[in-house]
């Protein structure tokens, strides 16, 4: 019997002969960068120009906020994220006021750092998108079952508060155990929330009654 799975070295389908370039391909040729890296010395800063060149400073911000889990000011996050500071700032105090950024007043100074919650939310969000939430519900909970088969415990707490003395890898379990039920949270919380979005999904040809 012939075996017609695909070849895993190669792809399944290849260029027609019009589809071909006229004249042959050489390495030469593939350049995935859009800057000229042999204007810049330092890896670091080749990379910086490909990132600023490739994205907007808004974007750049964003980006560098979305990270920024300890409050930062105006001017640590603009030289990440290659911004002057007033631009920063600017970008920094629209983005506190539409939730998506917490701002804090010291001393020293107006700090920035992501708001939590709507972090939280984005990604909530995101799973309940996603094709394999269920998938990923299932791979979480054996996880866990297999943390609780292993240490016959109920979870991370009670391996911890018992008198058994852990070594290295198996308080590397207990951190590891700690992340799968914050996973199993988020991935519960992102199927009710889907579940609750496909509830309340109005036909297009059904008129709201809010209407």
């Known amino acids: 019997m012939t075996d017609e799975r695909p070849s895993p070295d190669g792809p399944d389908e290849f260029p027609t002969e019009e589809e071909l370039p006229d004249e042959p391909v050489t390495v030469d040729d593939l350049d995935p960068f859009t800057v000229d890296d042999d204007d810049f010395e330092d890896i670091d800063e080749f990379a910086a120009a490909e990132w600023k060149k490739e994205t907007t400073a808004d974007e750049r911000i964003r980006t560098v906020v979305n990270r920024t889990t300890s409050p930062g000011s105006a001017g640590e996050i603009a030289e990440i994220a290659l911004v002057s500071e007033t631009k920063a700032r600017t970008t920094l105090n629209k983005l506190a006021e539409?939730?998506?950024?917490?701002?804090?007043?010291?001393?020293?100074?107006?700090?920035?750092?992501?708001?939590?919650?709507?972090?939280?939310?984005?990604?909530?969000?995101?799973?309940?998108?996603?094709?394999?939430?269920?998938?990923?519900?299932?791979?979480?909970?054996?996880?866990?079952?297999?943390?609780?088969?292993?240490?016959?415990?109920?979870?991370?707490?009670?391996?911890?508060?018992?008198?058994?003395?852990?070594?290295?890898?198996?308080?590397?379990?207990?951190?590891?155990w700690r992340t799968a039920e914050r996973e199993l949270n988020h991935l519960r919380a992102a199927y009710r929330f889907k579940e609750a979005k496909d509830q309340t999904t109005i036909p297009a040809d059904t008129q709201s009654p809010l209407q």
């Open 98 to 176: 539409e939730g998506i950024v917490k701002s804090h007043q010291t001393d020293s100074g107006k700090r920035y750092n992501r708001d939590p919650e709507w972090h939280l939310l984005t990604q909530i969000r995101h799973l309940a998108d996603s094709d394999t939430l269920v998938d990923q519900l299932q791979r979480v909970k054996q996880e866990l079952a297999e943390y609780n088969a292993k240490y016959d415990a109920t979870g991370p707490e009670e391996l911890l508060m018992s008198d058994r003395e852990l070594n290295q890898d198996e308080l590397d379990d207990v951190s590891h």
